[in-house]
């Protein structure tokens, strides 16, 4: 479970969702669609993660009460991130890169990315270790210093009591300044 809340929020940095998806997009469409995003611009950057919306069918009030508090640990005080010259230049590509590559056993694939100036509408569909299977729409706006980002998320797996966990979060993040 915590290798896919990593790719998750590698998909965060991003932005996306709304309509429904399409066939799957290759590697290639994906990238030159993000290349058509809002390129950032470099400095010190904060970003908070929200969880909106948490729950896991089918287990107890007590399961459901202890898997909330592990996922409100996900949440938490803002943090910080230097964004290098060369970073804003490779714009949103490397993460694009990352989710299709894998990362941490992890894969996805894109059934859909919309990409205009700003806006960027997404989903994809994640596997990783021990069976586990994620469906993710992501929505949200890209600016040169700012973005916010809307993710919701289906988790299955035989590990997760009552196999299915759904998560809806939000991210905002904005230059606050030059890199120290």
Known sequence: MRAMVLVVGGALALAACGNEPDEPKTAEEVIAAADKLVKPRPGLYRSNAEIVDFEIPGISPDQAARMREMAA????EDTTQCLTQEQADEGFRRIVQRLGEGDEGVSCEFSQFDAQGSDLDAALTCSGPGGVS????IDG???AESSTMRMAMSQKSDAIPGGEMRMTMQVKSERIGDCP
């Open 141 to 143: 706006t890209v600016e």
């Open 134 to 137: 994620a469906d993710m729409t």
């Open 73 to 76: 640990g996900l949440q938490g």
